[in-house]
């Protein structure tokens, strides 16, 4: 099958990889050509383990294309997946300029009968309006059918999940639609769901709300564990053992980032809101997250009172390990709080620090080694739980830091391994260790 993907940055990138991989021949448009220029040197232009080598494979086998040109990429496409960003709105409100304006693209170039697929996360009901208004634009006798088709890929993992979904949801006005994209995606050997448009919508907000819900919910309990000497790991493993709760995402920390949570729970208390409805649940947990990301702050100055002048190395930038995202990172608050309050921050992070200077707007140094950034330092801040961080041995802080005294937004140690190096040690939801 000859596809299209509009759109290279996560979504569209992984998708047109994928699609290639399962023996798709697929052209990927971006209007950015600094980027098609580095894709087609076989260059990927996100950090995702995995994608370099799928993505070359494909490219040397003369199934996987990048152009700028949408006249060249849409040429003998039967289906065209648009996957571009649909950021957040002063408001709270998906921004769905990008896609209307991808859409209105394809509806001006195309000259063949094609399926629109829409990856990105827009609001029930934005399918509908998308195939109204490419309707309006394409020639007269060239006939379009449109599908949801929601994306539930975690960054850092994307390849992995790409090929081990638990279900691909496609949601369609039509039998023959629905079946087209279900053979398309056959060979990733996932269930799939047909369903229709606005339920499919729904799905992909609904999906992304529970599960920040569930990290809100483990926060919250986390905070009421410290408050009454229990321990968080102890009770989510307690509740995850019952499957009607199920373990995953009750992680307790400093709260979610990245560029889906945030963005897709604001989106969905705003379109509740457009239809009279008040989501009191949600706006609940988008308050109690904002509230994680300030929480080390509050140990921070309970243990020193003031921070002025302190040495601060704070571990993690990206919003959560294998990425060099930063998009909603708890770093991005946290980082300017330490400066405000004077204190000298050093940040480390393996594979995003020279990100730091640009996204993070606060006076602070950067590194991409940990060691640099603990040394000599006053205290330490754990922001992302970095498997090399995760992996190093707590004796690690005692050796390098002028006190080793540990805030870990992440828990990435036991209590046991803290007081066996004699660490000063304050996490989340867990005895402290003094
Ligand atoms: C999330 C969803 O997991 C994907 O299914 C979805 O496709 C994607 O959003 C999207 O809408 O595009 P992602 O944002 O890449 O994926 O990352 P997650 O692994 O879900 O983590 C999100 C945040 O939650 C991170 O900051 C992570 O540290 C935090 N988290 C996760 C916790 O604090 N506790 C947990 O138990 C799990």
Sequence with gaps: MKIAVIGTGYVGLVTGVALAEIGHTV????????????????????YEPGLGEMMLRNQKQNRLFFTDQHKLGLADAAVVYLAVGTPQNTDGSANLSYVERAAVEVAEQIDHPVVVVIKSTVPVGTNLRIKRLMM????????????????????????????????????????????????????????IVKTDLFSSEMIKYASNAFLATKISFINEIANLCE????????????????????????????????????????????????????????????????????????????RFGSINGKKVAVLGLAFKPNTDDLRESPALVMIPQLAALGADVIGYDPIAADRGTKWISAPARY????????????????????????RMDPETYVRLM???????????????????????????????VV
């Design 27 to 46: 052209t990927c448009i971006d209007v950015d050509p600094k980027k098609v220029e580095a894709l087609n040197q076989g260059v990927p232009t996100i």
């Design 136 to 191: 309006r634009r394409i020639r007269p006798g060239v006939f379009i059918r449109i599908a949801s088709n929601p994306e539930f890929l975690r960054e850092g993992s994307a390849i992995h999940d790409t090929f081990h979904g638990d279900r691909m949801i496609i949601g369609t006005e039509d039998e023959a639609t629905a079946s087209l994209l279900a053979e398309i995606n056959e060979p990733f050997g996932i269930p």
């Design 402 to 432: 002028d006190q080793p005294i540990v805030f870990d937004g992440r828990n990435c140690y036991s209590i046991a391994a803290a007081r066996e190096a004699n660490l000063e040690y304050y996490s989340i939801g867990r005895p402290n």
């Design 227 to 302: 408050k009454l000497g229990a321990n968080v790991e102890e009770v989510a493993k307690g509740m995850g053992m019952d499957h009607r709760i199920g373990s995953a995402f009750l992680r307790a920390g400093i709260g979610y980032g990245g560029s889906c949570f945030p963005k897709d729970t604001n989106a969905l208390v705003q379109l509740a809101g457009n239809h009279h409805h008040t989501f009191n649940l949600l706006k609940s947990v988008i308050e109690v997250n904002n509230q994680q990301h300030r929480l080390l702050i509050d140990k921070i100055l309970e």
């Design 367 to 390: 590194t991409n080694h940990v060691a640099e950034a603990l040394d000599g330092a006053d205290f330490a801040v754990i922001i992302t739980d970095w498997p090399d961080i995760k």
